[in-house]
């Protein structure tokens, strides 16, 4: 008899115990991973062009000017013999 009255309780117990765990779950927020931070990828960067192929002219078809004998301020302009 006590045997019946012990397993009875026993498992009301166990019932009880299984409604609080569903109930606990049921409320708590499912708990997700964190994602990872991507990097930027690099083909949204803009093409630096010099500023010549960006006007429109073409760098082997005619050779630089010499550069000028005076400078913007009115100084004169003294090349040494090795860069001439």
């Known amino acids: 008899m ?5 397993a ?3 498992a009301e117990r ?3 115990v299984e409604a609080q765990h569903q109930k606990k779950s049921s409320q708590q927020a499912p708990q997700r991973k964190r994602k990872a931070s991507r990097v930027t990828s690099s083909s949204n960067k803009r ?6 192929a960006h006007a429109g002219v073409q760098a082997g078809d005619e ?4 550069p000028p004998k005076v400078t913007s301020h009115g ?3 003294n090349l040494p ?3 001439r």
Do not use: D, I, M, T
């Not at 050779?63 to 010499?66: F, L, V």
């Open 81 to 83: 013999q090795k860069f």
């Open 47 to 52: 093409q630096k062009r010099a500023g010549a």
């Open 8 to 10: 009875e309780k026993a």
């Open 63 to 66: 050779p630089s000017a010499a």
């Open 75 to 77: 100084r004169s302009v």
């Open 14 to 16: 166990a019932r009880q």
């Open 2 to 6: 006590r045997e019946l009255e012990r």
